[in-house]
């Protein structure tokens, strides 16, 4: 079981707006402003998409959005593309020397 | 051009030992902390341990700690991960990553698959 909840499977059709949830706890999403999310292709590594909630690294289209509400943090995918279709997932630091930081178990979205 | 190259992957038998390596290039290893992920085969992603900078500081997910080192060889631009006492549920493929913020990574490789079986 993952410590953080995320819906296992997501569809649209190219250029609708997609919203992906992603739940933990005041102990991890709720507490902290370090929630990141990753794009994760067949047979590829993780890619980062989003830190520090609301961040995109360079290189990363403005087309996807971070945001946190209470211990929900949420990916938001403006204008959905073919090449979209890909596997999120979502991470937040959590201040516990055993665990750095902990995942939810992915979203696999479909671009119809 | 930021790469990480994984290698020492393989199949083990339960209680088996393997030693994983990464090799960085592109940016300064002692510049960041360094972590290990793992990705089951239902694709849950598990953190498993990082190290500082200098390596004077290390730190385990509950499920490894005893059995599995991280060290580090900043003049060999390689990071590493000493697997002892291997389990069928450490069967993944094993990531290095960058982490450049807080709880988060950056640069991944291209992982290294580890099959724990008899």
């Known amino acids: 079981q993952s410590a953080l909840t995320q819906p296992a499977s997501m569809s649209g059709s190219p250029g609708q707006s997609i919203t992906i949830s992603c739940t933990g706890t005041s102990s991890d999403v709720g507490g902290y402003n370090y929630v990141s999310w990753y794009q994760q292709h067949p047979g590829k590594a993780p890619k980062l998409i989003i830190y520090?909630?609301?961040n995109r690294p360079s290189g990363v289209p403005d087309r996807f959005s971070g945001s946190k509400s209470g211990n929900t943090a949420s990916l938001t995918i403006s204008g959905l593309h073919a090449e979209d279709e890909a596997d999120y997932y979502c991470s937040s630091y959590t201040p516990n020397t055993a665990l750095d930081r902990v995942f939810g178990g992915g979203t696999k979205l479909t671009v119809l | 051009e930021v790469q990480l190259v994984e290698s020492g992957g393989g199949l083990v038998q339960p209680g088996g030992s393997l030693r994983l390596s990464c090799v960085v290039s592109g940016f300064r290893l002692s510049d960041n902390w360094m972590s290990w992920v793992r990705q089951a085969p239902d694709k849950r992603l598990e953190w498993v341990a990082n190290?500082?900078?200098?390596?004077?500081?290390?730190y385990y997910a509950d499920s490894v700690r005893g059995r599995f080192t991280i060290s580090r060889d900043n003049g060999k631009n390689s990071l590493y991960l000493q697997m002892n006492s291997l389990r069928a549920e450490d069967t993944a493929v094993y990531y290095c990553a960058r982490d450049a913020f807080v709880g988060c990574s950056d640069y991944w490789g291209q992982g290294t698959l580890i099959s724990v079986s008899s």
């Open positions: 520090e909630v609301s």
């Open positions: 190290i500082k900078q200098d390596g004077s500081e290390k």
